[in-house]
């Protein structure tokens, strides 16, 4: 009888050589076994391959552009970066660089107020904002069949988040580009689902950390260290 040969799977978050001598990095590197760069040689021909179709080759362009252009003094030797530009600026400059002019702002109502103050800075750099709230609609949790004891306020007719009514709509609106935030985890991924346009995330849920799901993984090995035992 054949021994059939071990799939290892990637796992590149994992590997433990520095990224100086990662193969992903220098074509003089190495990578553990599993390495994508080195195990699956037919994915990574199809992938770049996939780069050939102007759309797709235009957008990775423009963002590979766009990223250089969030360092400052790249001509200094030898260089140490220096990240000079945040999120929401990087985001506008990417749309601007995109030809873009409507903009899509899908947002938690949670964070209604700082959707205001993303939509003013977004109409500030001239372009035409089309947003709409988690809630929008008012669709009953009934629909989807949540049980009384699973609503946040019970014993009321609670609204759904309807992320898929979020996306279609802004496909109705013919935006060019739609910008994320704060939608929860799962909402979000259905609104991936459904849109029709390239979309960005300015910022995830965290109902914790004030939006900042990093926060936790910082602290993972002293005040958080919770999240590595969740049974105990």
Same mark, same amino acid.
């Given at each position: 009888?054949?021994?059939? @040969?071990?799939?290892?799977? /990637?796992?590149?978050?994992?590997?433990?050589?520095?990224? +100086?001598?990662?193969?992903?990095? %220098?074509?003089?590197?190495?990578?553990?076994?599993?390495?994508? %760069?080195?195990?699956?040689?037919?994915?990574?021909?199809?992938?770049?391959?996939?780069?050939? *179709?102007?759309?797709?080759?235009?957008?990775?362009? #423009?963002?590979?552009?766009?990223? /250089? *252009?969030?360092?400052?003094?790249?001509?200094?030797?030898?260089?140490? #970066?220096?990240?000079? &530009?945040?999120?929401?600026?990087? %985001?506008?400059?990417?749309? @601007?660089?995109?030809?873009?002019?409507?903009?899509?702002?899908?947002?938690?109502?949670?964070?209604?107020? $700082? *959707?205001?103050?993303?939509?003013?800075?977004?109409?500030?750099?001239?372009?035409?904002?089309?947003?709409?709230?988690?809630?929008?609609?008012? %669709?009953? &949790?009934?629909?989807?069949?949540?049980?009384? $004891?699973?609503?946040?306020?019970?014993?009321?007719?609670?609204? #759904?988040?309807?992320?898929?009514?979020?996306? #279609?709509?802004?496909?109705? $609106?013919?935006?060019?580009?739609?910008?994320?935030?704060?939608?929860?985890?799962?909402?979000?991924?259905?609104?991936?689902?459904?849109?029709?346009?390239?979309?960005?995330?300015?910022?995830?849920?965290?109902?914790?950390?004030?939006?900042? +799901?990093?926060?936790?993984?910082?602290?993972?090995?002293?005040?958080?260290?919770?999240?590595?035992?969740?049974?105990?």
């Amino acid at each position: 009888m054949s021994r059939q @040969k071990k799939v290892i799977s /990637a796992a590149c978050a994992a590997c433990d050589i520095s990224v +100086p001598q990662k193969i992903c990095f %220098t074509d003089q590197g190495k990578g553990p076994k599993g390495c994508p %760069t080195v195990s699956h040689p037919s994915i990574l021909e199809a992938a770049n391959q996939a780069y050939e *179709a102007s759309d797709v080759g235009s957008f990775a362009h #423009m963002a590979s552009v766009q990223e /250089a *252009a969030c360092y400052a003094n790249r001509d200094q030797q030898p260089y140490v #970066m220096q990240p000079c &530009k945040t999120r929401i600026v990087e %985001t506008c400059e990417f749309a @601007k660089r995109m030809g873009y002019q409507r903009i899509g702002l899908a947002f938690c109502l949670g964070l209604a107020g $700082e *959707a205001k103050i993303v939509g003013e800075i977004l109409s500030g750099h001239g372009f035409e904002v089309v947003s709409v709230c988690c809630k929008a609609g008012r %669709t009953s &949790k009934d629909l989807i069949g949540i049980d009384e $004891e699973d609503k946040i306020f019970k014993g009321t007719d609670e609204s #759904m988040c309807n992320p898929v009514f979020q996306a #279609m709509l802004l496909n109705h $609106e013919n935006v060019d580009f739609n910008i994320l935030l704060g939608l929860c985890v799962g909402h979000d991924s259905l609104f991936f689902k459904y849109t029709q346009v390239p979309t960005t995330v300015l910022a995830v849920k965290d109902r914790v950390t004030g939006h900042n +799901p990093l926060a936790a993984v910082y602290q993972a090995d002293a005040y958080y260290r919770k999240i590595r035992y969740p049974d105990l």
